[in-house]
């Protein structure tokens, strides 16, 4: 989780949060994959920390099957992350933190958005319209079907370029349980 943390921090100065875009992909009831690209908030030990609609598709498959994969890829700096594990919905007191610092035109777009619904274009401006009305100049409050997923690493593997396509890669996985919980480092033929 260091190593990880530190590849983050390395990521930081990319320009137009490149070093925070991270591919997320979840499971369908059917058993599919899918994926998109979502932005990495907050990380540290305990894991990393996106915001979604929680009505979403993402959301929805994160309900029936709590199990996700993440991919970072950054191509200035010739790495390559990729995070398994499992999700937890973080605090209602760490949502409101977060919600209440992106700028206001943000928050409104999180209550107009009804994300992954069928939509029309002039339904999401009225309900931008709507929303920027109703908030007036008040405050504009965290919507109850908006809030953070904390996924839980279980398993990570870094991948860094080197000569001859002879490429670094090292993969930690987490076994046990409880207090045996320990993590295994693994070099990996590139
Ligand atoms: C660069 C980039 C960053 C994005 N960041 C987020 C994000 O942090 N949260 C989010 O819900 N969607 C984000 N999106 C939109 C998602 O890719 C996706 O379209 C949306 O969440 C709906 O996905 P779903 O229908 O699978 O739930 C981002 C898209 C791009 C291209």
Not at 10 to 19: M, Q, R, S, T, Y
Not at 22 to 37: A, D, F, I, K, Q
Not at 152 to 165: A, M
Request: charged share 30%; with cysteine.
């Amino acid at each position: 989780m260091e190593q990880l943390c530190r590849w983050l921090e390395d990521a930081k100065g990319l320009p137009e949060e490149e070093g925070a875009r991270m591919v997320l992909s979840t499971v369908g009831e059917n058993g599919r994959p899918s994926s998109r690209v979502v932005l990495v908030k907050n990380y540290d030990s305990s894991g990393l920390v996106f915001y979604t609609n929680l009505r979403s598709r993402k959301a929805r498959e994160l309900d029936l099957q709590p199990y996700v994969s993440l991919c970072f890829h950054w191509s200035s700096l010739n790495r390559q992350i990729r995070v398994e594990g499992r999700v937890e919905l973080v605090s209602d007191a760490e949502a409101d933190a977060y919600f209440a610092s992106r700028p206001r035109m943000s928050q409104i777009g999180a209550w107009a958005s009804k994300q992954s619904s069928p939509a029309s274009e002039l339904e999401l401006e009225k309900r931008v319209a709507y929303f920027t009305a109703k908030f007036g100049s008040g405050p504009v409050p965290r919507p109850p079907f908006w809030g953070g997923f904390r996924v839980v690493p279980d398993y990570l593997e870094f991948w860094e370029v080197r000569k001859f396509r002879l490429h670094f890669r090292e993969c930690f996985r987490l076994t046990g349980e409880g207090w045996e919980k320990q993590w295994t480092k693994q070099r990996l033929f590139p």
